[in-house]
């Protein structure tokens, strides 16, 4: 990737990050229609991660919330350059009903090539008003973690 273009993506990447207010991040999830099982999407706002583009998401089904990560590159590579090299990364992924219990964190090792890739933490089941975290982190050395974190209120 020649320099200008790696500039070029930084900025976009820098723009995008910063136009994106912290409070839009939470989301209040609508109940379904009553004897409905419908899954109601939402993710947070996206950051940088070990030079990836990252995001945490989650999957709401009545008071059921699977929250789920998604590492992809942080740009389109040049054209005529050589496919990115595959990166080590380690994942972590941390469920948590706030005031409710313990944050249940997941730590998991993946294999990066340059398709966007997924990590599943286990279903959290919470009561009807409550809000449930989940906070995603990705890790390859020598780069640190810099969390991004989604918020969501299950309303019946």
Same mark, same amino acid.
Do not use: D, W
């Given at each position: 990737?020649?320099?200008?273009?790696?500039?070029?993506? =930084?900025?976009? =990447?820098?723009?995008? #990050?910063? +136009?994106?207010?912290?409070?839009?991040?939470?989301?209040?999830?609508?109940?379904?229609?009553?004897?409905?099982?419908? &899954?109601?999407?939402? #993710?947070?706002?996206?950051?940088?991660?070990?030079?990836?583009?990252?995001?945490?998401?989650? @999957? +709401?089904?009545? &008071?059921?919330? $699977?929250?789920?990560?998604?590492?992809?590159?942080?740009?389109?590579?040049?054209?005529? =350059?050589?496919?990115?090299?595959?990166? @080590?990364?380690?994942?972590?992924? &941390?469920? @948590? &009903? %706030?005031?409710?219990?313990?944050?249940?964190?997941?730590?998991?090792? %993946?294999?990066?090539?340059?398709?966007?890739?997924?990590?599943?933490?286990?279903?959290? $089941?919470?009561? #009807?008003?409550?809000? %449930?975290?989940?906070?995603?982190? %990705?890790?390859?050395?020598?780069?640190?973690?810099?969390?991004?974190?989604?918020?969501?209120?299950?309303? #019946?």
């Amino acid at each position: 990737m020649n320099r200008l273009a790696l500039l070029a993506a =930084s900025a976009m =990447s820098l723009a995008v #990050c910063t +136009i994106t207010p912290a409070a839009a991040a939470a989301t209040t999830a609508a109940a379904p229609p009553a004897g409905t099982t419908e &899954t109601v999407t939402s #993710c947070g706002s996206s950051g940088l991660q070990a030079g990836l583009a990252t995001r945490v998401c989650a @999957e +709401i089904t009545g &008071t059921t919330v $699977t929250f789920y990560g998604k590492v992809g590159l942080a740009g389109p590579p040049s054209p005529g =350059s050589p496919q990115p090299a595959a990166k @080590e990364l380690l994942t972590t992924l &941390t469920v @948590e &009903t %706030v005031g409710a219990a313990s944050p249940q964190t997941q730590v998991k090792p %993946v294999l990066f090539t340059s398709a966007t890739l997924e990590v599943r933490a286990p279903a959290a $089941t919470a009561s #009807c008003g409550s809000t %449930v975290r989940g906070t995603f982190g %990705v890790a390859a050395y020598p780069r640190a973690a810099s969390p991004v974190v989604h918020e969501v209120t299950l309303t #019946c």
